[in-house]
């Protein structure tokens, strides 16, 4: 894509020097995002606002004449509800299907309601993220971090994707673990687009970054898709404690994992040859 080309440049630089030759842990990553909340506050503040809305637009859905279901993942007892990009778990959705035949007021407001959310969700992001990384970003990166959020959001419900639910433990853990390896490669791209690179290159970057620190990333994920999941099934507030106290620790740990920067991580020694160099075979 356009200015693609000149992006990856400067976030290879960036990518190489925010590798250290420590390992990151899943608990020393929370405990740093967790403190750095601590020392400035209003980096929770997007994503409490955002949480009301959340909370407020359930209580919309359910208010209106428009069909409206609860996630499938609120029957299961046990799910990982977790996104690429920073946001929580609404107790509501609305399927595609729900807008078929409907008038064009009933349609506009629809429409209009999830979109509101969705836009909400992804400025809190991508506030939280810069803010985390002292980044004056462009406006541009906005656009691409909303044209990602966006693809995520509306893709599964317009290709009709569905949970899949397997009976055999094996197989199950099988596809978890696929999943998890995907996720773990894509886990950085959300900072990746907010400090400039392109989706290619941020792409490119987040598998990049994520070699040597699978572990530390499936691990993120795990906590803040249980977590996330958890909170959201608590009656009425759900959508709200989800995403006021899970998302803005999902941004703010992308943000100090790419960052230049990183020893507010309670990091653990690596032993490997060469990371006494500074050089990780991991990293390479």
Partial sequence: MP??????PEMD???????????LSTVGVIRAALRRIRRDPVLAVPFAVVGVLVALADWLRQSDPIPVAAPDAFSDSVSLQYSVLPQGTARTVRQVDALIDLTLPYLLWAVGLELVVALAVGLAGWLTISRTLDSRSHPRTLGRYLLALGAIVSLPQLLGVSPVNIDNFL????????LLFVFVRLFLVPAFLVTGSG???????????????GMTFAGLIIVVGLASWGLATVPIAGGLLSTALVAPVHAVALGIISSPETDDVDATPSTRPGDRDGNSDGDR
């Fill in 199 to 213: 989706f290619v290159a941020a792409l490119r970057q987040s598998a990049r970054r994520s070699r040597g620190h």
């Fill in 171 to 178: 197989l199950g853990l099988a596809l978890l673990a696929a």
């Fill in 13 to 23: 630089a960036r990518s190489r020097q925010a590798s250290p030759a420590t390992r």
């Fill in 3 to 8: 200015g693609e080309e000149n992006d990856e």
